[in-house]
């Protein structure tokens, strides 16, 4: 106990105690041991009137245990009162700063705002195509042999995916919130569209054909921009960086299952045909290389009767085996 909380104290019992000092008296007490210091001082105050005139002293027991039990009751009251102040003031600083962090968390759920979301990878094996919804709505058909990253939440200021393959894309539209598609040497912004991109690892060129809406190409190499209407085609070669525009219709008919070829070089029908029957294609003599087809098959149409179509129309002839396609020519 401080000296001037012990003086306050005396003024108080004595009577001679101002305001002031009452209410510092009041406020001190704010541990039992002082609160037994106070007892102890209570019972030698009467043990000193015992030695004083006896008609001015009254010869019963000061309730000192009852008085520490008052004491203890409103001094608790009055730190529960001032616990109470101090929770409220604390309440209105943690009560925003827990609304602030929830809405942070609901908004982390729909957007990676803390850079903690997980990174996810779906890959469409030879001879298969998978479907997917992202987390914003958006969906992708994602053809054969084609591998495609994402979080599981996308970004608050944009969302981004890494394309290796080919892939249709129907983009959720947002404003300030591009859709980004990371490929090799180059990348696809769009707010909200339809387009189909082609970007297989073992192929030089890239394609993207915009269906609806409206894209825009980005050249890493030369930082260049090339804006696509719908109807047209960008092909972008990967060492180059050289880029041009054409009409390319028939560019997402492998969303519905068929192949469709226009005067199609037999190198690039071959992969196509790899990735959609899962089959290795052994060329014997390099002369194949010099024919195109033009060709559109059915749904679910058996390898079998496009290579047989295939030798109708040329000196190409095809021999199964398992999952290898030898090409001779005759």
């Keep these: ?106 908004v982390n759920r729909h957007a990676d705002i803390f850079g903690t979301s997980e990174t996810r990878v779906i890959e469409a094996k030879r001879g298969e195509k998978l479907h997917f919804i992202f987390q914003d709505g958006s969906r992708v058909a994602v053809n054969s042999a084609t591998r495609l990253q994402f979080p599981t939440r996308f970004g608050l200021k944009n969302r981004s995916v890494c394309l290796q393959g080919e892939a249709y894309f129907d983009v959720v539209g947002m404003n300030n919130r591009p859709f980004i598609i990371e490929l090799e040497n180059a990348e696809v912004k769009v707010l909200g569209t339809s387009f189909n991109v082609k970007a297989y690892p073992e192929e030089d060129s890239i394609r993207i054909t915009l269906d609806e809406g409206s894209i825009s190409f980005h050249n890493n190499l030369d930082h260049s921009r090339t804006l696509l209407t719908p109807g047209q085609t960008l092909a972008f070669n990967k060492q180059t960086g050289a880029s041009r525009l054409y009409e390319q219709p028939n560019a997402f008919t492998w969303t519905s299952n068929q192949i469709v070829f226009q005067n199609t070089p037999f190198l690039e029908i071959a992969r196509v045909l790899e990735r959609a029957y899962d089959v290795t294609f052994h060329v014997q003599n390099q002369d194949a290389y010099q024919f195109a087809f033009t060709f559109t098959s059915n749904p679910n149409e058996p390898l079998e009767n496009i290579l047989k179509d295939f030798e109708r129309v040329s000196s190409l002839k095809f021999n199964i085996k398992k999952d290898t396609v030898t090409v001779s020519v005759e």
Excluded at 27 to 43: C, F, N, V, Y
């Design 1 to 106: 106990m401080d000296k001037s909380s012990d003086i306050n104290m005396r003024k108080r019992f004595s009577g001679s105690a101002t305001a002031g000092d009452t209410v510092r008296t009041l406020a001190w007490p704010s541990a039992d041991e002082e609160i037994r210091l106070l007892s102890e001082q209570i019972d030698k105050d009467l043990h000193d009137l015992e030695g004083l005139p006896c008609d001015l002293f009254v010869p019963h027991p000061i309730p000192s245990d009852e008085m520490l039990d008052e004491i203890l009751k409103r001094t608790a009251s009055k730190r529960k009162n001032g616990r109470a102040l101090h929770l409220w003031r604390a309440a209105a600083i943690f009560i925003p700063l827990v609304l602030l962090i929830s809405f942070g968390l609901y």
